[in-house]
Nanobody, 128 residues
Framework: QVQLVESGGGSVQVGGSLRLSCAASGNTLSNYYMGWFRQPPGKEREGVALARVDGTTYYKDSVKGRFTISRDTISNTLLLEMNSLIPEDTGMYYC??????????????????????WGQGTQVTVSS
């Protein structure tokens, strides 16, 4: 098992930046596919970025070139650097973990239901 705690959310203006962190305990992040999801107000939860166990990454089209997902192996933390933020990026952001021993397609990003462990979320609000 792994416990996840997000931080780093906040309110920024259009064009601003935020850095989200997801601190893991109980297990090392290298044992998991790690994802960032967000849930805009009144909408379904959607996958934003994925860090696969082989080091490759996946991004939702609308965040490509603006968001960067990475793992800090020393601190056992998942990061999401978010730049050039727009109002459509507003939502509750969650990190999630899927054990590496579950088969996972090398393409795209697994659905939210396929991730076993979740943090409590951190709110991101982008205003114009």
């Amino acid at each position: 098992q792994v416990q996840l705690v997000e931080s780093g959310g906040g309110s920024v203006q259009v064009g601003g930046s935020l850095r989200l962190s997801c601190a893991a305990s109980g297990n090392t992040l290298s044992n998991y596919y790690m994802g960032w999801f967000r849930q805009p107000p009144g909408k379904e939860r959607e996958g934003v970025a994925l860090a696969r166990v082989d080091g490759t990454t996946y991004y939702k089209d609308s965040v490509k070139g603006r968001f960067t997902i990475s793992r800090d192996t020393i601190s056992n933390t998942l990061l999401l650097e978010m730049n050039s933020l727009i109002p459509e990026d507003t939502g509750m952001y969650y990190c999630a973990a899927r054990p590496r021993w579950f088969y996972t397609s090398p393409l795209g990003m697994p659905a939210a239901k396929d991730f076993a462990y979740w943090g409590q979320g951190t709110q991101v609000t982008v205003s114009s």
